[in-house]
């Protein structure tokens, strides 16, 4: 539990072992469920609440604070991460109501079995006094479900904005304040949870200029005292730029597909191309998705399994597909034995990327020589294509 401002307290809960979310997302850092309590000279209210499995760390936090009626749940979002504990606080705080927006109302239901008798619905930039206190409550929808709405507390100038602008960061103090570490962080969540939604992210970041925002207070990670720092990250990373970096993803089962990889990041390296380059095989692939933010190509190196491409890489490629890029540039190299469909299949795969495919390079065993000269055209087209970005 921390104050945040008068009258203003973090209630949520630190997860800091927590490694995976979602059975799918590596959190290296842990996470928190920030949850914030404002006490208004007339009104109480809870901004989201806690994952069930914290649920006791949020209860006794309230307790703690010698909390005895909490009129209003806010739920900016239905996920169940700051949804899950909404029913423990309704059980132990029963004239509390649930504000959020209609399509937050439905999901509820259907995802807690919350009563619909239980909710209050709220339009866009509809304010809510607490007495000595005004909430507004903003429309920001996709970041990054349908539902999402943020809360501005006028008074105080705090934008509580659930998990835009947040990050799976776990630290005790809110107010940790190493810019470089919570902008690594940031920069992952966005990649792994934001990037799909990125023009619609623009269009939330213009609704809230009109703001006057002292502090940022995410549902996840730390708080945000100088809100313009990650507003302007968030504009840069959605923004339509890409960066001279090419991302080559490959996973090789005699070498042969690896022999390729290593050819390529040299032939790229030495035309001035920045490359990353990852073996699949035991890759965290948040580490692939921070790179997706900027690079302006990525590259798709597998070996042929049962005439297709190698379940690790068709993972890969599935979740590079889900996460829209703004990548410009995709290849597509590797290797076979007798008969492939690498290229057929990958390319069926990738129907959310807006991408140029350049020419592929697929060895029959070893690559030889005339499939290394192809993988120098390759890099030279690459590089060349680079020079051209804006
Ligand atoms: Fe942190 Fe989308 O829930």
Redesign the pocket.
């Known amino acids: 539990m921390q104050q945040i401002k008068d009258s203003v307290f973090s209630v949520g809960a630190n997860d800091a072992k927590r490694r995976l979310f979602d059975e799918l997302i590596p959190l290296p850092d842990g996470t928190t469920?920030n949850s914030y309590l404002v006490k208004g000279s007339e009104k109480t209210v809870l901004l989201d609440a806690v994952d069930s499995s914290m649920q006791d760390v949020l209860l006794n936090n309230l307790d703690e604070l010698k909390i005895k009626k909490i009129d209003y749940v806010v739920a900016h979002?239905a996920?169940q991460?700051?949804s899950g504990t909404i029913p423990a606080v309704l059980d132990k705080y029963p004239e509390a109501k649930v504000i959020c927006s209609d399509k937050c109302k439905l999901m509820l239901m259907d995802l807690l079995n919350i009563p619909e008798d239980k909710f209050i619905v709220v339009k866009d930039r509809e304010k809510m006094s607490l007495g000595n206190k005004t909430l507004e409550f903003i429309y920001t929808p996709w970041v990054?479900?349908p539902e999402t709405v943020v809360t501005y507390l006028h008074d105080d100038r705090i934008l509580f904005s659930?998990?835009f602008f947040?990050s799976h960061l776990a630290k005790e103090d809110l107010f940790f304040d190493d810019a470089e570490k919570i902008r690594e962080a940031a920069k992952r969540y966005y990649a792994e949870?934001m990037m799909p939604f990125r023009t619609i992210i623009k269009a939330n970041i213009e609704t809230l200029a009109k703001y006057q925002i002292e502090i940022i207070a995410p549902?996840?990670g730390p708080i945000h005292t100088k809100p313009e720092s990650i507003i302007n990250l968030y504009k840069e990373w959605a923004s339509d730029e890409v960066k001279n970096l090419a991302i080559i993803a490959y996973v090789s089962m005699h070498g042969s597909t690896k022999g390729m990889a290593d050819y390529l990041e040299e032939a790229l390296a030495k035309r001035g191309v920045a490359v990353r380059k990852y073996n699949l095989t035991g890759t965290d692939i948040g580490q692939i998705a921070v790179d997706l933010v900027d690079a302006a190509t990525i590259m798709i190196g597998t070996p042929t399994v049962l005439a297709g491409i190698h379940p690790t890489a068709a993972h890969a490629v599935y979740l590079v597909n889900a996460l829209r890029p703004k990548t410009r540039f995709v290849s597509i190299f590797g290797s076979f034995g007798w008969g492939a469909r690498i290229v057929e299949t990958v390319s069926s795969m990738i129907p959310g990327l807006k991408a140029e495919v350049i020419p592929p390079v697929i060895a029959k065993g070893l690559p030889k020589e005339k499939d290394f000269e192809a993988l120098e055209e390759m890099a030279a087209t690459i590089a060349e294509k680079h020079k051209g970005l804006k």
């Open positions: 469920y979002h996920e991460d700051h990054h479900w659930c998990d947040g949870i549902s996840h």
